[in-house]
């Protein structure tokens, strides 16, 4: 479980800790604003891309292999973004980064529901929630640390090298101490290629306008997400056809069971507004209060401490409290987000930064009571044979809730700083107001849930017990 975490944390790091390098990377390296903004969504893009299918991957041919192979692809596309000498080169090496850990992810998951009991999972799940929680916050206060020390020319070329040595010790440890699965118990079924070419097709079309409001002008974009809905309904057709005859790539029956539907959908839209906060904070805290990449990555970290907390908590008491304790979070995140709109309002000039440091802890405790406990309760009824694809649907639902968030939320922000004369204290509260509305909707999702539940447990027979998928 160190050797998956750690990975984990890497590979999650890399989606926020380039946001402070931005300045200093282009430049470097004289990108322009579209060269830009492949270097920091190119990897959420490919990242997304190769999830489900590396997930299956997994769970057929052996999860500690796949895990080691995208570990060391990832170290090696690391050190390849370190030496970039142009922009092409940059965006490739950030591409392949983004495809590798896509395969890794998967595999962590997965292995959580391999080595544990379903009822020991909660623990696990919260180590890994308060992974996902502080991978995402620390990554600007790094970042920032990174470019104060080595300066701004080689500082982001630090940012990917620390991943070298990191990689190396988890590429052997993880082949030490992950166990292999037995060559005898290695599925040779088809990996279901059709299905895999149709979800990566659909979900490309889907992301592709999403990363790329801001660069690509004009309304035809959209029409990208219309061909996405055919093909994804191409795949769900597709997928029920294979399923009759051979294992799946992604097993439909799995949004029949309420916990996993709803838990999804809470994961997508929680991460839609999450994520968005280190986005358009960041570029409010340096280029409107001209904060350092050092003091933006401080001003964030309280968020990130709250949230490491309250997740190692939140995965020993899931099992106690089930899915009321994710609305709970919700309902903190809510308050601490309000809260850090109000303190923004009142609080002009450099001090804003500062003083959003304690609503920020409330909202970051919050979020470490909604991502790991959703995360064990939604995966709680899944097979351990479908424990990597499930994940992986998990993990590429928060991909696209990111995606959908930021070009929400950042169509928001820059819109408004367009129109109230470069005002970025009142186009971040604006933004921060979007963000805040896709916490209340994930809210609404989780009451929906825990009301369902309730009920049916009123209305069930004595004695009546839940079956997982499979079982």
Request: cysteine-free.
């Amino acid at each position: 479980m160190s050797v998956a975490l750690v990975a984990a944390f890497m590979t999650l790091l890399d989606v926020s800790i380039v946001n402070v390098a931005l300045p200093s990377i282009r430049n470097d390296l004289h990108l322009s604003s579209g060269e830009l903004q492949w270097v920091l969504s190119g990897y959420a893009l490919t990242f997304g891309l190769l999830l489900v299918p590396a997930g299956r991957f997994g769970d057929a041919r052996g999860r500690r292999d796949v895990f080691i192979a995208g570990l060391a692809v990832f170290t090696l596309a690391s050190a390849a973004a370190g030496l970039a000498t142009g922009p092409l080169w940059l965006i490739v090496a950030r591409l392949v980064q983004g495809a590798a850990a896509g395969v890794v992810n998967p595999q962590v998951s997965g292995l959580i529901q391999q080595l544990f009991e379903p009822r020991e999972r909660g623990r696990p799940f919260g180590l890994l929630g308060a992974t996902i929680g502080v991978s995402t916050a620390v990554g600007p206060l790094l970042g920032g640390l990174l470019i104060q020390i080595f300066g701004a020319e080689q500082g982001w070329r630090w940012i990917f090298y620390i991943n070298l040595p990191i990689g190396v010790l988890a590429i052997l440890l993880g082949w030490r101490w992950i166990p292999a699965l037995p060559r005898a118990e290695r599925a040779r079924e088809s990996l279901d290629p059709m299905g895999v070419a149709l979800l990566g097709t659909g979900v490309l079309l889907l992301l592709l306008p999403l990363v790329q409001e801001r660069e690509w002008h004009g309304q035809a974009k959209w029409f990208l997400i219309v061909a996405a809905v055919a093909v994804l309904a191409g795949f769900v057709a597709w997928e029920r056809r294979y399923g009759r005859r051979r294992t799946p790539v992604v097993d439909l029956e799995l949004f029949r069971v309420r916990s996993y539907a709803l838990g999804a959908l809470i994961g997508m839209l929680y991460f839609a507004g999450f994520t968005t906060i280190f986005f358009i904070y960041t570029l409010y805290l340096q280029n409107g209060l001209h904060y350092t990449a050092l003091e933006a990555g401080l001003a964030v970290t309280p968020f990130a401490v709250g949230s490491a907390a309250a997740s190692a908590l939140g995965g020993r008491i899931v099992n106690r409290y089930g899915r009321p304790l994710v609305a709970l979070g919700l309902v903190v995140v809510a308050i601490g987000l309000a809260a850090t709109e109000g303190v923004l309002h009142f609080v002009p000039g450099r001090e804003a930064g500062w003083a959003a440091a304690l609503p920020l802890l409330v909202a970051g405790l919050g979020s470490g009571l909604v991502i790991s406990p959703n995360q064990a309760l939604t995966l709680e009824q899944v097979p351990v044979r479908r424990a990597g694809s499930a994940g992986a649907v998990l993990q590429t639902g928060q991909r696209i809730g990111t995606a959908l968030g930021i070009a929400a939320v950042g169509a928001v922000f820059f819109n408004r700083l367009a129109h109230n004369g470069g005002d970025w204290g009142l186009a971040f509260r604006a933004a921060l107001l979007v963000t805040i509305g896709f916490v209340l909707v994930a809210l609404v999702a989780a009451v929906s849930d825990v009301t369902v539940a309730r009920r049916r447990r009123r209305e069930a027979p004595v004695g009546a017990g839940t079956q997982p998928i499979g079982g």
